[in-house]
């Protein structure tokens, strides 16, 4: 599947079969999460897989009940749990580098795409849930304080191939040349 397919065929999925997912096949989602870049190739992102049921029930715990990937997270096989470490990414000697202050988020964010986007090429399904209870999170997991969970998703097979594009904005509604201008 070349990229490009590969990325407008990706999809929120919110319903998933109960079939592992072989480790092997895990193992090339995280390579890919791997290879994105980090501020200068600081590499905070650490990746979670969650199979254990307890685990899963702490986590679901700590989503909001309205969020409508809560169902999800208990029917995938794995919750996928995206964590950075603060205070490294974004800094030189220590201090921030500029006003943006820390850029763990933004470096998750870098390889959570590239996961979700081989999870896609390999018939899986995500969905990314950020609505959740930091702390529940962290404890359910036994996060160091320097480590906040960014990104939660369930990892599985989806239940159907629906194919549905959600409506994009043009990019003459994203772009601006040169400065900003009201459209």
Do not use: C, H
């Amino acid at each position: 599947m070349e990229l490009s397919q590969v990325i407008n065929e990706r999809r929120s999925v919110r319903e998933y079969r109960s079939d592992p997912v072989p480790d092997a096949v895990l193992e090339q989602v995280l390579e890919a999460a791997r290879m994105a870049p980090s501020w200068a190739n600081s590499q905070v992102t650490r990746f979670f897989a969650v199979k254990d049921p307890a685990v899963k029930q702490l986590i679901q715990e700590a989503v909001s009940k309205w969020n409508p990937a809560l169902d999800a997270l208990g029917q995938a096989p794995i919750i996928l749990v995206a964590a950075g470490i603060r205070g490294k990414s974004g800094f030189y000697k220590g201090a921030p580098s500029n006003s943006n202050g820390d850029y763990a988020m933004f470096d998750v964010a870098l390889a959570v795409e590239n996961a979700i986007l081989k999870a896609r090429e390999l018939g899986l399904g995500t969905v990314l849930v950020g609505i959740f209870n930091v702390g529940k999170i962290k404890a359910a997991l036994k996060l160091p304080a320097e480590m906040d969970p960014f990104i939660l998703t369930p990892l599985g097979y989806p239940t159907s191939n629906d194919q549905f594009v959600p409506p994009r904005k043009e990019i003459s509604e994203l772009l601006y040349w040169d400065r900003y201008e009201e459209k």
